[in-house]
């Protein structure tokens, strides 16, 4: 009994790592494409819908870093990412802003629409 419960154990583990694909990050828009998910999945996680996703990207040597930014409740939320080329998405590193920087456009709009 013990062997049949230690093959179904290891049968069982091996289906869930066989599903476990390692993403490695070559370009700036896959970097992109992945700050872009990690970064929404972070507001969804709270409620909150992000929109208008903006980034820009360079190189540094051999790291990748893109900057971008969503409209979160009227204002816009930095985010950074950065990993070195041909690397797994794991030893990415992601760094969202907790300060917030009001949106111009959208207070300009605000004040018209005050009567």
Not at 48 to 59: A, G, K, L, R, V
Not at 94 to 105: C, G, L
């Amino acid at each position: 009994m013990k062997n049949l419960s230690f093959v179904v154990l290891f049968l069982y583990a091996s289906v869930i790592f066989a599903y476990d694909k390692e993403i490695i990050i070559n370009n700036s828009k896959e970097l992109r494409e992945w700050c872009k998910n990690e970064s929404s999945q972070y507001f969804l996680a709270q409620d909150i819908t992000p929109y208008n996703w903006s980034s820009s990207w360079w190189n540094e040597g051999n790291f990748i870093k893109v900057k971008g930014s969503w409209l979160v409740e009227r204002t816009y939320i930095e985010v950074r990412c950065s990993i070195r080329a041909g690397v797994s998405e794991r030893y990415a590193n992601i760094e969202i802003d907790k300060n917030t920087v009001k949106s111009p456009s959208i207070e300009h709009g605000k004040k018209n629409m005050d009567y």
